[in-house]
């Protein structure tokens, strides 16, 4: 099947009992069992859920996986990953990633002895020299958040696969419509489920899917011993969202490449990061592990003043001042005092990421107006 067919019926079957077409919220927190000693379907619904599984078909189905696992926030669904490892263990990361991830990594797991590395990933050789008996995962994040800095997954699974490490890749900003990082050679995808699979601003979930039986088994052990799991509701509402995903992502991507060659042509604008130019750094890695080149996008104005910046971001009418990303609604964002404030300044600066930086989550508006928004707040900058 197409990509927009298993969007639509992945994972998703008639209720048996009355013929519904979607699947039904199955708000209980317990199931009734037959016998003791005969029972081998559903218990508490902490360790599953019919809306839940549901819904982990679908996902999975989507990322060309056979096993997905649902959780409560892309957060949780991160902290399972790392609960994989152990004291000693040693992970390679990138040093343009989530605040959130860069939080999690260094204020949680290095106080019970993982050491994180975070090192520029664009070009895989940087990752060489790190590499050795305790590096047990890769986690990768392509295209990057904020900077889009685009990883080639290929060489870097080659390397962990040498090692024997795990390498997991957030496909938050991706989606699965443009990227499949399994397909690439990696054991795990992340999402936020929060962002373009649930599409509509409205719930907080991740997601993990793998293709490794034993390793769903472990993930699955930990998420049901921790639980971090999502509510019926959320499932539900997920579902609904991920049956218009191929159609949201066609218009993010048509209307983001719109927002990004405007951005490039405008007098007060400075850089613009966006996979998609020719001359964006990997762009030729990113037309071979992508299909499109979606809707994120961050910029600088010209001088590189703060005051015109925010000035900038007051101005929009359209654009909504907000965190997160890949919703209906455009979304203006910056990174400094937003998503990536857990950050150090030093580290954010080193790493190129400046306080001047402006984030775009560009949404599915008629594109006339959303250009027309920029234009105006531009102006006014």
């Keep these: 099947?197409?990509?927009?067919?298993?969007?639509?019926?992945?994972?998703?079957?008639?209720?048996?009992?009355?013929?519904?077409?979607?699947?039904?919220?199955?708000?209980?927190?317990?199931?009734?069992?037959?016998?003791?000693?005969?029972?081998?379907?559903?218990?508490?619904a902490r360790g599953a859920n019919p809306t839940r599984t549901a819904l982990q078909k679908s996902i999975a189905a989507l990322e060309n996986g056979k096993f997905g696992i649902c959780f409560s926030s892309g957060m949780g669904a991160t902290d399972t990953v790392i609960k994989l490892l152990k004291p000693?263990?040693?992970?390679?990361?990138?040093?343009?990633?989530?605040?959130?991830?860069?939080?999690m990594f260094t204020k949680v797991y290095e106080k019970y002895g993982i050491k994180f590395h975070f090192v520029d990933l664009t070009n895989a050789a940087n990752a060489a020299p790190l590499v050795n008996a305790k590096t047990k995962l890769f986690w990768l994040e392509t295209p990057s958040n904020p900077l889009m800095r685009i990883i080639d997954i290929r060489s870097l699974v080659a390397m962990a696969k040498k090692n024997g490490s795990l390498v997991a890749v957030d496909n938050t900003f991706a989606s699965p419509f443009l990227q499949n990082p399994l397909d690439l050679g990696?054991?795990?995808?992340?999402?936020?489920?929060?962002?373009?699979?649930?599409?509509?601003?409205?719930?907080?979930?991740?997601?993990?899917?793998v293709n490794d039986e034993k390793l769903r088994d472990e993930l699955a052990f930990i998420t049901n011993s921790c639980g971090a799991v999502p509510g019926p509701q959320d499932c539900f509402l997920v579902l609904r969202g991920i049956k218009t995903l191929h159609l949201r992502m066609q218009r993010h991507c048509q209307n983001g490449k719109q927002v990004a060659e405007f951005l490039r042509s405008h007098p007060k604008v400075g850089k613009v990061y966006w996979p998609g130019f020719a001359d964006h750094p990997n762009h030729e890695i990113a037309k071979k592990q992508m299909r499109d080149f979606g809707g994120m996008m961050s910029f600088e104005?010209?001088?590189?003043?703060?005051?015109?910046a925010i000035k900038l971001m007051e101005s929009v009418k359209i654009f909504s001042l907000a965190e997160s990303l890949g919703g209906v609604e455009s979304l203006i964002n910056h990174p400094a005092s937003m998503t990536h404030a857990s950050i150090?300044?030093?580290?954010?600066?080193?790493?190129?990421?400046?306080?001047?930086?402006?984030?775009?989550?560009?949404?599915?508006?008629?594109?006339e107006d959303i250009i027309g928004d920029l234009s105006q707040a531009l102006e006014k900058a």
């Design 1 to 44: 099947m197409k990509f927009g067919t298993i969007a639509i019926h992945a994972g998703v079957e008639p209720d048996p009992t009355t013929g519904a077409i979607m699947t039904p919220v199955y708000q209980t927190s317990t199931y009734v069992q037959p016998s003791p000693a005969k029972h081998k379907g559903y218990a508490y």
């Design 88 to 103: 000693g263990d040693e992970v390679i990361t990138s040093n343009d990633l989530y605040g959130g991830s860069f939080r």
């Design 186 to 209: 990696a054991d795990i995808v992340m999402h936020s489920v929060t962002k373009y699979l649930s599409g509509h601003s409205d719930v907080i979930m991740g997601a993990l899917v």
């Design 301 to 308: 104005l010209k001088g590189d003043n703060l005051e015109h």
């Design 344 to 367: 150090p300044k030093a580290e954010r600066m080193k790493n190129g990421l400046s306080d001047t930086l402006i984030r775009l989550s560009v949404g599915v508006e008629d594109i």
